[in-house]
């Protein structure tokens, strides 16, 4: 069974900062099949990334998403308010899936 | 436009069993699977298992199989989850989630509102 481990388990940034959050899978992902999702306080999971690179509909430009085989990165190109939440990434494409631990990026 | 309402939170006795629904809208039920995922208070997401809506087959994960059932009836658009023999780490948000990208172990695009279960004696 895969396992994914992110990193930092905590990130803190101001508004207008870069974000570099990384999801490291303990095999190599089939066909890049990785996601990555926010959870802000108190709601649901949303879908920022999927296939390692591709934005999800409405999600803005600024949300990035990159890597392949074992190591795959989400980038906040500038933080803003609202971006300030968990962040987790998510294999699929099997019968199973799986989480990574998330990342929580907080206001410095 | 796409809507998962789930049932309210609830209090379970040790023991007992749960089950929670999951009334998809907005589009076809039976194109797309249904997962579910819960959350642990102040932790992280773990999947649970899936059900393909159209068959009927379903999918859990290792660590419930033989406590969580996945049905779901297709006469009014809605997934249930059961989960017996509840403990006090069963105390979770209970996510109902479609797996969007067009095969049914896809990401998923939609989630419920996510009911609070609280087991308790």
């Known amino acids: 069974e895969i396992v994914l481990t992110q990193s930092p388990g905590t990130l803190s940034l101001s508004p207008g900062e870069r974000a570099t959050l990384s999801c490291r899978a303990s095999?190599?992902?089939?066909?890049?099949?990785l996601a990555w999702y926010q959870q802000r306080p108190g709601q649901a999971p949303r879908l920022l990334i999927y296939?390692?690179?591709r934005r999800a509909t409405g999600i803005p430009d600024r949300f990035s998403g990159s890597g392949s085989g074992t190591d795959f990165t989400l980038t906040i190109s500038r933080l803003e308010p609202e971006d300030f939440a968990v962040y987790y990434c998510?294999?699929?494409?099997?019968?199973?899936?799986?989480f990574g631990q998330g990342t929580k990026v907080e206001i410095k | 436009q796409v809507q998962l309402v789930q049932s309210g939170a609830e209090v379970k006795k040790p023991g007992a069993s749960l089950k929670v629904s999951c009334k998809a809208s907005?589009?076809?039920?039976?194109?797309?699977?249904m997962h579910w995922v819960r959350q642990a208070p102040g932790q992280g997401l773990e999947w649970m298992g899936w059900?393909?809506?159209?068959?009927?087959?379903?999918y859990y994960a290792w660590k419930f199989q033989g406590r969580v059932t996945i049905t779901r009836d297709t006469s009014i658009n809605t997934a249930f989850m059961e989960l017996s023999s509840l403990r006090s780490d069963d105390t979770a948000v209970y996510y109902c989630?479609?797996?969007?990208?067009?095969?049914?172990?896809?990401?998923?695009?939609?989630w419920g509102q996510g009911p609070l279960v609280t087991v308790s004696s």
């Open positions: 989630t479609r797996a969007g990208g067009g095969f049914g172990e896809s990401f998923f695009d939609y």
């Open positions: 907005g589009y076809t039920f039976t194109d797309y699977y």
């Open positions: 059900i393909n809506p159209h068959s009927g087959g379903t």
């Open positions: 095999q190599s992902v089939y066909a890049n099949y």
């Open positions: 296939d390692a690179s």
């Open positions: 998510q294999l699929y494409g099997s019968s199973r899936s799986t």
